[in-house]
């Protein structure tokens, strides 16, 4: 029914802007608002930090002790400086001198340790898995005691959930009440699910922005959003699906900006599965995915062909010269055949009376991944293998995962949540398996890497494991890398200095400008 | 109920909170330990059952907020909503309906024929586009989504009213055909009386006796909710509070929701009925002869 619906949505946007050309009417020159006006699809659940989605950082209301810039590094954020002691047991952040919450009160070591003490209780926030023994207050600063070595921790804390909240934000139960951060914009309105609106903190500590106010409005339906970019009625509208995309493309005034996100579509994969345990069938069936015929028909970029796990935006990680995965059906039906699968009545595989028959698991909050999971059962098809696909919520790919059920499952991972990829990738290939990463496979080389690259190797050393990860990777696909993923944003004429972080850990809306 | 839906409940409450990139079998932990969800459900209905007797709804379990204020804030956008579009689909549809009547089978009402077919032919989410692009798009009179500001409600309300016009047209247009058959009316016309007085004094009255229960029945199913408008517009109502509920498993809002949405039809059906009453007032005459 959702397929159904996006795709008559579609055709829907495809008629109406027949019956409706020139939609490149004059744009509103005159700007008299002086609010930046934001559209996207997400929307706002609640002030929790674990739960705000990002919003309140990307809007740079509420910050993190540490931040990334726009390359992932590690910037100072409420942090000007840390270190570690007792060989990554023990560290230190300095706060910045003279930040003042939104309230007026100043930003205290008490108060940093409180806000950091509330959320790592919050079990989804990835705080909550760093080995954090204790968090105090030192005069200047933080200290956290851990109970291991565990040197990813400042890339831990770069994440939305660790934001630094004034101790007025939370009400009796630790709950946050009221979004008080130290950000240059303050919150002047939230209307949860749907508005927020923000005006410039005039004590902001470094350069005041010059966009005075900035207001963000939930629109799920890509067909509205494109026609807010298309018509001006958004200054900055992101998220648009390939029909909106044209149709931003054709209109006046307005540009379509986007980057390559560092999230990867892969087919997850029960490695313990009779059929799929085979290296032979995994090998076979990633040789029968047409990747960028996939990838042009559905991203309508064929560029987005995943070549490998990891994107090209992790430039650290990606290994150009790996050998590429390659779309052969005729080496798939080879391949397939040395593993003893012969064609049936059908067409379909078989050995010893059983068909080749899988089940792939997908969900629809992404709108091409029901999209591509069709196109896979196509492709599939084609050396003899049979994919039943089925279209669900995406919760129930850790249910299945936990109790071993899930054969193939079609997911979009993000490898940066926080800014240290190194976190993400060492989940995603944990050996006893990872509810959006690996699934009963663990392979001795790829976790002494893992291992070595998490006790904080020279960067040379660093360079060769992160290579030994991704050819292992490549070798031996736990993971099937189908497509990348690139995010982009209408954003309007009258507005310079729009940057896109790949990351999204701001918008960087306070760097943006009007156009004279 | 909720718990026969396939999957886990702590998992979707997860994924509504965390959204699904942080949702992991930790996360759905935390939240069942929280919540308590191990519990038998008869324990789990027993103590929301027992809340609602001290007139505590709870709170949402993904957003935490009071259950009391979520499902009022969209209850009262969903009312918003439903009044302006039935007034406007009244506006619109009672008058064609009743020109279409005045000559049935003339040029009129052949032209409402036509509007009541197309408008009921399209689907909300293609009307809802069309507006968009023709008064917001090239017209700019109006913002194409939002909730909030008087301008906004606009779009949605016409929508729904212009595809709940047509019915409208075509039920006064019958209740008018209907009434101006009738003896009484012929008598009046008889005593001289001008076409005008007649419609108004003696059509109008009757034919609402008909039209006004059919008003209560789509008022009905404009507050139940009306979620692909409520979506294309960024509107904030019942429907979408609903969807998003049943979603994420987020029980009290979803009993809440089913209680207010219970009060709200037996409310409407009470209006309609009493207004009935007060327009024919002949069930009272008859019980009083009885």
């Known amino acids: 029914m959702q397929r159904f619906r996006r795709t008559s949505a579609a055709v829907t946007v495809a008629m109406v802007l027949g019956l409706a050309p020139g939609c490149s009417t004059s744009r509103a020159e005159d700007h008299h608002s002086d609010t930046l006006r934001v559209a996207g699809p997400f929307e706002i659940h609640s002030l929790e930090p674990t739960a705000t989605s990002g919003f309140f950082t990307r809007l740079e209301v509420a910050e993190t002790l540490v931040t990334a810039d726009l390359e992932g590094e590690l910037a100072p954020g409420l942090a000007s400086e840390w270190a570690s002691a007792r060989g990554g047991r023990t560290w230190t952040f300095e706060l910045v001198p003279g930040v ?84 240059p914009y303050r919150i002047d309105r939230v209307e949860l699910p749907a508005s927020i609106e923000v005006t410039r903190f005039d004590d902001w500590r470094g350069t005041a922005p010059e966009i005075e106010n900035v207001s963000y409005q939930t629109v799920s339906r890509p067909e509205a959003r494109a026609l807010m970019a298309a018509s001006d009625q958004a200054d900055v509208v992101f998220h648009l699906e390939p029909a909106g995309r044209q149709q931003v493309e054709a209109a006046d005034g307005v540009e379509l900006v986007s980057t390559l996100q560092p999230r990867t579509i892969l087919l997850k994969v029960n490695n313990e599965h009779p059929v799929l345990g085979d290296l032979a069938v995994r090998r076979a069936l990633s040789m029968a995915l047409d990747r960028e015929a996939m990838a042009d028909a559905v991203l309508r970029e064929h560029e987005l062909a995943a070549t490998q796990l990891l994107p090209p935006s992790l430039t650290a990680w990606n290994q150009p010269d790996l050998a590429p995965l390659e779309h052969d059906v005729e080496a798939a039906r080879e391949l397939l055949e040395e593993a003893g699968w012969t064609p049936g009545s059908d067409g379909i595989l078989e050995k010893d009376g059983e068909p080749l028959r899988l089940s792939l698991v997908t969900y629809p909050d992404r709108p091409e991944l029901p999209a591509l999971a069709t196109a896979i059962q196509a492709s599939a098809k084609e050396v003899g293998i049979d994919i039943e696909v089925e279209v669900t919520n995406s919760t129930e790919i850790p249910v299945r995962h936990a109790d071993d059920t899930l054969e193939l499952a079609l997911v979009a991972r993000h490898f940066a949540l926080v800014s240290d ?33 998490l006790a904080g190797p020279t960067e040379e050393r660093a360079a060769e494991l992160r290579r030994t990860v991704a050819t292992i990777a490549q070798e031996q696909l736990p993971l099937m890398p189908v497509a990348w993923y690139r995010m982009n944003a209408a954003v309007g004429d009258h507005v310079d200095g729009f940057v896109m972080d790949p990351l999204e850990t701001s918008w960087h809306l306070s760097e943006a400008r009007w156009a004279s | 109920m909720v718990q026969r839906l396939p999957g886990d409940v702590a998992y979707r409450i997860a994924a509504g909170r965390y959204g699904y990139d942080l949702v992991d079998a930790d996360a759905a932990a935390g939240v069942r330990e929280e919540l308590g969800l191990d519990r038998p459900a008869w324990q789990q209905l027993l103590g929301w059952l027992g809340d609602l007797g001290r007139l505590d709804l709870g709170r949402s379990l993904v957003t935490h907020q009071p259950v009391l204020s979520e499902v009022g804030y969209f209850l009262i956008g969903t009312l918003q909503l439903a009044a302006v579009a039935l007034l406007l689909a009244v506006v619109i549809g009672c008058p064609l309906g009743t020109a279409a009547a005045l000559r049935p089978g003339g040029v009129v009402d052949r032209l409402t024929d036509l509007w009541v077919a197309l408008v009921r032919a399209l689907p909300a989410f293609l009307l809802g586009l069309i507006l968009i692009v023709v008064l917001s798009v090239h017209l700019r009179l109006l913002p194409s989504a939002g909730h909030g500001g008087s301008t906004t409600i606009v779009l949605p309300a016409l929508t729904l009213a212009l595809g709940l016009s047509g019915l409208i047209a075509r039920v006064a247009r019958d209740a008018v055909v209907e009434t101006r058959q009738s003896d009484h009316v012929r008598f009046a016309h008889t005593k001289g009386l001008t076409d005008r007085l007649v419609l108004l004094r003696h059509v109008a009255r009757n034919a609402a006796a008909v039209l006004v229960p059919y008003l209560g029945v789509q008022a009905v199913v404009l507050v139940e909710g009306v979620v692909v408008v409520e979506a294309l517009f960024s509107w904030q109502g019942l429907g979408h509070a609903l969807v998003h509920a049943v979603f994420w498993r987020d029980i009290p809002v979803l009993q809440a929701t089913a209680l207010v949405l219970a009060l709200l039809v037996v409310a409407v059906n009470t209006l309609v009925d009493l207004t009935v009453l007060w327009l024919d007032p002949r069930p009272r005459r008859q019980e009083a002869m009885s």
């Open chain 1, 100 to 183: 003042t919450f939104h309230d007026g009160t100043p930003l205290t070591p008490g108060a940093a340790v409180n806000a950091l003490d509330t959320v790592r209780e919050d079990e989804a926030s990835p705080l909550a898995e760093a080995p954090i023994e204790k968090i105090s207050a030192t005069e200047s600063g933080l200290r956290f005691d851990l109970t291991e070595r565990y040197l990813t921790l400042p890339a831990i804390l770069t994440h939305y959930s660790a934001m630094i909240l004034a101790p007025a934000a939370y009400d009796d139960e630790g709950r946050v009440a009221e979004m008080i951060g130290t950000g």
């Open chain 1, 421 to 453: 990829p190194l976190v993400t990738i060492a989940d995603t290939f944990a050996p006893e398996g990872s509810d959006w990463g690996v699934h009963n496979w663990s392979d001795p080389d790829m976790s002494a890497a893992v291992d070595g690259l």
